[in-house]
């Protein structure tokens, strides 16, 4: 396994900074503030999970740590260098499939070292080895459309550790699977990450995954958004969807995650979120179970 | 599994097979109504079409159309003729010329306007306005553009293709998902890598469509202009001008029969020219087919 060995030591991983970072939308009295006076740190090598209530504006906030918008005032930073647009240190694997259509599994992963003319024998090893990791060995020469949703997430994973990013930034990649696969990939991908601790910050919106993948939870408050509070989920890994079922300390920080999470959708729900109002209702059943 | 696509391909044969032959039955039948409709069991027929206006000598429309059978009989004796084949050649070489001159220069000037905001704000409102002209407005002044009339009729037809082509590489360009632009500049890609790798590729399907619309129009173009042109040079003689040509001077001589066999020449030269588009586009465009 001398590329696994490679691919360790050329692990970079960063720590990213948001410092009071406000963005907004519209002009003049028409403006809506979306992101206001934000703060948090991604930490080196940890698996940060940021969970907010849906419309929250965490898509907003990945755009702008991406670099794909600036926000209107406050810093972020990558090891100290502020960000200033979309850059292979930081990458993003969105909501649904971005895997290009009309590439191969094989040239989706070999997109990024392509375009920067990095198509070296080492390269090629490293692909390799990524399409074995995610288990694609046998969908090399299958385009996107022939992949099931799970190996298109596996794909594109592969496709974003082959630039070696120092950060990887996940925007509700596992929406839409159905829920067996969906767990299946929760244990995969916290699997690939406890293999080589990566920086991973990972957004979603539903508790168990943010739980069950968390080193640091951080909760969103309603819109404009900033940090509501912060969690460190300290259940030790490798972890396994049964242990965390039954695990003690996940299902404490569960229960005063969703009651936070509560407040701020009965917030947005009284402002008239439609959102909102399912996980209200979702929540208040829940609690008269329990 | 292999057994059920087999038999699925030849009940779409069947129904294709029995569809035609019923068309053809019911053509031979309505056509040889001038015989049958003076039987005196059809009186009420005649009384029918004489209270809707028509004469009572044949059914409308139909009665008045060779029979299929007739219609085979001329093609047969057409097949012969050096001048059938020469339109044949005349109006496919027109349709080539003017539908690749139109894929050179559309699809490229359709990827301009995309790309480029300054492009798309000069070039686009002038495209704009000249789109809804029919190509057949086009032909007078196409006469007096070009020197020969060779080169009015394929520059009417490249016209036809033209327009369609530029609009479906326009809007086929515009309506690539812009993560995939996002994941492109993310992983280090140049502005040119993102046009071959990204816009181009992601362009393909909507070229497709587009070259095969603008190869339906070019070949409804080029039978006009040949009709209205008088067959451009007239090499073949009388019948030589192209299947347009052909089918005027087919009126002109008053030979009905030949004139549906035009007709139907031009049907599936139009289907076999769709066909080899259809081919090609699936050859380019591997991803699309593959579930």
Known sequence: ????????????A????????SKGYGASHFRKEVVSACSFTIERGKLTVMIGPSGCGKSTLIRLLAGFEKPTTGTITLDGEPVTGPARDRLV?????????????WDNILYGPRARGELTPETRDLAEFLLGKVGLQDF????????????????????????????????????????????????????????????????????????FLADRLLIMSNIPTRVRAVFEVDVPRPRRLVSMIENDRANEIKMQA???????????FSRGSKAAADFVDAYSKRMSKG | MAMGKTSRLHSVYWRGAISIIVFLVLWEVGSLSKT?????????????????????????????????????????????????WQSWYMSFFRVMMGFLAAMIVGIPFGLLLAVSRTAFGIGFPVFEVLRPIPPLAWVPASILFWPTQEMSIAFVTFLGAFFTIVI??????????????????????????????????????????????GMGITWEVVVAAEMISGGGSQIG?????????????????????????????????????????????RRVTPWLRLR
Request: charged fraction near 20%.
């Open chain 1, 1 to 12: 396994m001398t590329q696994a060995n490679t691919l360790r030591t050329a692990i970079k």
């Open chain 2, 36 to 84: 049958w409709i003076k039987w005196e069991s059809f009186e009420w027929l005649r009384n029918v079409i004489t209270a809707l206006g028509f004469k009572p000598i044949y059914l409308p429309w139909i009665g008045a159309v060779p029979a299929p059978t007739e219609v085979l009989a001329v093609w047969m004796t057409v097949l012969t003729d050096p001048g059938y």
């Open chain 1, 140 to 211: 090399r020469h299958k385009y996107p459309t022939q992949l099931s949703g799970g190996m298109q997430r596996r794909a594109e994973l592969a496709r974003a550790m082959i630039n070696n990013p120092r950060i990887m930034i996940l925007d509700e990649p596992f929406r839409g699977l159905d829920a067996m696969t969906k767990e299946l990939m929760w244990e995969y991908y916290s699997a690939l990450y406890e293999e080589n601790r990566r920086t991973n910050f990972f957004v979603t919106t539903d508790i168990d995954e943010a739980i």
């Open chain 2, 237 to 281: 003689g009388t019948s030589g001008g192209g299947l347009g040509f052909f089918i005027w001077n087919s009126y002109v001589g008053g030979s009905y029969e030949q004139i549906v066999v035009g007709m139907i020449s031009i049907g599936i030269a139009g289907f076999i020219s769709s066909e080899l588009l259809r081919a090609l586009g």
């Open chain 1, 14 to 21: 960063g720590e990213l900074k948001a410092v009071d970072v």
């Open chain 1, 93 to 105: 694997l969105f909501q649904e499939s971005a895997l290009f259509p009309w590439m191969t599994t």
């Open chain 2, 168 to 213: 479906n590489v326009v809007g086929g360009a515009r309506s690539i998902d812009v993560r995939y632009f996002q994941a492109a500049r993310s992983m280090g890609s140049s502005q040119a890598d993102i046009f071959w790798r990204i816009i181009l590729p992601g362009t393909l399907p909507s070229i497709v469509v587009g070259s095969a619309v």
């Open chain 1, 258 to 268: 969703l009651s936070l999470l509560h407040e701020e959708a009965m917030k947005s």
